[in-house]
């Protein structure tokens, strides 16, 4: 199989997974799964939204959380200045996918568009600020969530994303192959494993987000608390390794609308110009080490508001 040349010097610098938007039915709900239990904070809220971010992070946030209908409304991804923000809009719009400046609260400038899998994709250089609570120790609780670090997207078309990506400079750090063609691709820009995937399902549809916590115990102390709360059944599948790409730790949850978050306490440099991406083949590789994943953790996935499929 072809893979694409890396493209080490794009003309724009695209440099990490950054938010996610997406729509629940209850934000109380919501406050008590992410905030009691996964650990994050809130940044600022109104009456139809929630601003969270992890204990780590100093940006304003890296989920928003909408009253309505479930559904994803974007994936959010930044870049490092003004200047990059318009290089990538002359890139998308030279590529013909639609472009929109948009205000959004607590970002600078920030542009909507979409990819060539029908992502609805949001990009901004800044957000406001606010205290990185890492050394705060009373701020720690639930599974004291650090940083959101990527996402994976379902779409048949993992080859034409995984191109796509790699010319705006993504650099790809694992695949999946079956049969000959591409399963799953990693594809990062902050020298960790992904900072988004993309796996071969019907799509565009959002399968997670992840956020990394501090060490592997967190892991099993967050089951414990769901436990407690009679809410196991939020427990998709985990803690264990995954023996496949990341090689991580990890555990997915389900927040009370179905929105499907994984957790896990460490991650891979991938960052020097040598290091080849890695090849598994479906249907050797095992997900979840040990343990056999849940149908419905493969097949249940959550629509784009935007698609609506
Ligand atoms: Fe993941």
């Known amino acids: 199989m072809q893979l694409p040349t890396p493209v080490y010097k794009p003309?724009?610098?695209?440099?990490?997974?950054?938010?996610?938007?997406?729509?629940?039915?209850?934000?109380?709900?919501?406050?008590?799964?992410?905030?009691?239990?996964?650990?994050?904070?809130?940044?600022?809220e109104d009456s139809s939204t929630l601003w969270l971010r992890g204990l780590?992070?100093?940006c304003h946030h890296s989920l928003v959380l909408k009253k309505g209908e479930p559904a994803v409304e974007r994936i959010g991804l930044r870049v490092l200045t003004e200047e990059d923000l318009d290089l990538l809009e002359a890139h998308f719009r030279a590529a013909?996918?639609?472009?929109?400046?948009?205000?959004?609260?607590?970002?600078?400038?920030?542009?909507?568009?979409?990819?060539?899998?029908?992502?609805?994709?949001?990009?901004?250089?800044?957000?406001?600020?606010?205290?990185?609570?890492?050394?705060?120790?009373d701020a720690y609780h639930g599974a004291c969530a650090l940083r959101l670090d990527h996402f994976q997207i379902v779409t048949p078309k993992v080859r034409e994303s995984l191109d796509f990506y790699n010319g705006m400079g993504f650099r790809l750090s694992e695949y999946v192959t079956k049969d000959g063609s591409l399963e799953m691709v990693f594809l990062q820009r902050k020298g960790n494993p992904h900072d988004i995937v993309f796996?071969?399902?019907?799509?565009p549809r959002l399968h997670h987000c992840a956020y990394q916590v501090p060490e592997t115990h967190h892991l099993m102390h967050v089951c414990d608390l769901f436990v407690c709360r009679d809410q196991e059944g939020?427990?998709?599948?985990?803690?264990?390794?995954?023996?496949?790409?990341?090689?991580?730790?990890?555990?997915?949850?389900?927040?009370?609308?179905?929105?499907?978050?994984?957790?896990?306490?460490?991650?891979?440099?991938?960052?020097?110009?040598?290091?080849?991406?890695?090849?598994?083949?479906?249907?050797?590789?095992?997900a979840g080490g040990w343990i056999v994943p849940p149908d419905r953790w493969w097949n249940d996935t959550m629509a784009f508001a935007e698609t609506g499929r």
């Not at 724009?12 to 650990?39: K, M, P, W």
């Not at 796996?199 to 799509?203: D, L, M, S, V």
């Open 11 to 44: 003309a724009f610098n695209i440099t990490r997974a950054s938010h996610l938007v997406s729509r629940v039915s209850d934000l109380e709900a919501s406050r008590a799964f992410y905030c009691e239990l996964l650990g994050l904070v809130v940044s600022d």
């Open 56 to 58: 780590e992070e100093a």
């Open 96 to 137: 013909g996918f639609p472009t929109a400046w948009v205000e959004i609260p607590h970002q600078g400038r920030t542009l909507h568009t979409t990819d060539p899998a029908g992502t609805p994709l949001e990009f901004c250089a800044t957000m406001e600020t606010r205290p990185r609570l890492f050394a705060q120790a």
């Open 199 to 203: 796996a071969n399902r019907e799509g």
């Open 234 to 286: 939020q427990v998709e599948f985990g803690p264990a390794r995954h023996f496949s790409p990341g090689l991580a730790r990890f555990l997915y949850l389900r927040d009370p609308d179905g929105h499907r978050v994984e957790l896990f306490p460490s991650h891979y440099h991938t960052i020097d110009i040598e290091e080849e991406p890695v090849r598994w083949e479906a249907p050797g590789f095992k």
